[in-house]
């Protein structure tokens, strides 16, 4: 059993910073992705960034050049500087952890951007 907790959600006015993490817990396996997805009110839920035990990382395009994911492999931590966030940043941010094919997912932590 994998477990994910989620931790640094929160309101945070537009331009400002927020750094969200994610401990991986339970059997993983040490070849894996983390990734960060989101859900915004309305909206289907979708892929924010994710970075791969060997190192690479993926960013949609609206958080390039804002965001950065890292991890920390002992620790199967996973972390998500969110800098110079907008309103449109909202919503329910999600960590996944994808290993040998199975898909898990953290409770989601609430970030929200006032204008």
């Known amino acids: 059993q994998v477990q994910l907790v989620e931790s640094g959600g929160g309101l945070v006015q537009a331009g400002g910073s927020l750094r969200l993490s994610c401990a991986a817990s339970?059997?993983?396996?040490?070849?894996?992705?983390m990734g960060w997805y989101r859900q915004a009110p309305g909206k289907q839920r979708e892929l924010v960034a994710v970075v791969v035990s060997g190192g690479p990382t993926t960013y949609a395009d609206s958080v390039k050049g804002r965001f950065t994911i890292s991890r920390d492999n002992a620790k199967n931590t996973e972390y998500l500087q969110m800098n110079s966030l907008k309103p449109e940043d909202t919503g329910v941010y999600y960590c996944?952890?994808?290993?040998?094919?199975?898909?898990?997912w953290g409770q989601g932590t609430q970030v929200t951007v006032s204008s």
């Open positions: 996944n952890l994808l290993d040998m094919g199975r898909n898990h």
């Open positions: 339970g059997s993983i396996f040490s070849d894996n992705a």
